[in-house]
Structure formats: C-alpha cells, structure tokens
C-alpha cells in the first residue's frame, strides 16, 4: 500500500511540475493560472507552495522556481539514498551474522547405529 501511495505522490508531482515546465512559468513574470485537479495533486501542490517551490505571484496565478526546485529534488535524492545505504548495511550485517552462524561446529551428538 505504502508504495502506491509513494507512486501517486510521485506522479502528482511529476504532473505539477511538467505543467509549469511546458508553460515556461518558471519567473514571476510568466506566472499562471494552476488549480489542482485531484486531492493527491492538492496536498502536493501545497506542499510545493509551503517550500518554497511554486510560489504566488498574483491571486490564483503561479511560477515555479526552478532553483528551490533543483534544491528540493537533490534532497529527496540524497534522503532517498541514505535510506538505501542503510538497507545495504543492514542486508550486509546479516549476511555477516549468517556467514558466521555457517561455520560454527555441529554441537547435535554424533548419530550412533
């Protein structure tokens, strides 16, 4: 479940973004008219807003900034990748342990007939 929610706010994102993008509002100057369509989109443009990101230049007119822009994406890249290295230590401290766990001596007694 977690990860379809992660891929909706992903595309909502991705969907923002490129809305801005392919209008060139990315000045003050070249600001427009945005209203999100779904409540994933919503909360995601709020959040945009909130950081900085896309940001109001007239009532119901807005640009995205590309440089907060560029700053907010290298965070989540460098969030996104502690979070791997993590799981990779993790993985290689059990893959440790289990290493050891192979190479201790059978302590069950010797099978007598």
Known sequence: ????????IARARREI??????????????????????GIERSQFERMRDRGIIREEAPGHY?????????????RHRNLRNVLLAIIAVLLVMLALG???????????????
């Open 17 to 38: 973004q490129h809305h801005f993008f392919a209008a060139d509002a990315v000045r003050p100057d070249r600001a427009i008219a945005f209203e999100p369509e779904r």
């Open 63 to 75: 640009w995205l900034n590309v440089i907060d822009y560029d700053i907010d994406l290298g965070r």
């Open 99 to 113: 290493a050891f766990e192979t190479t201790r001596p059978a302590t069950s007694p010797a099978l007598t007939h």
């Open 1 to 8: 479940m977690a990860t379809v929610a992660a891929a909706l």
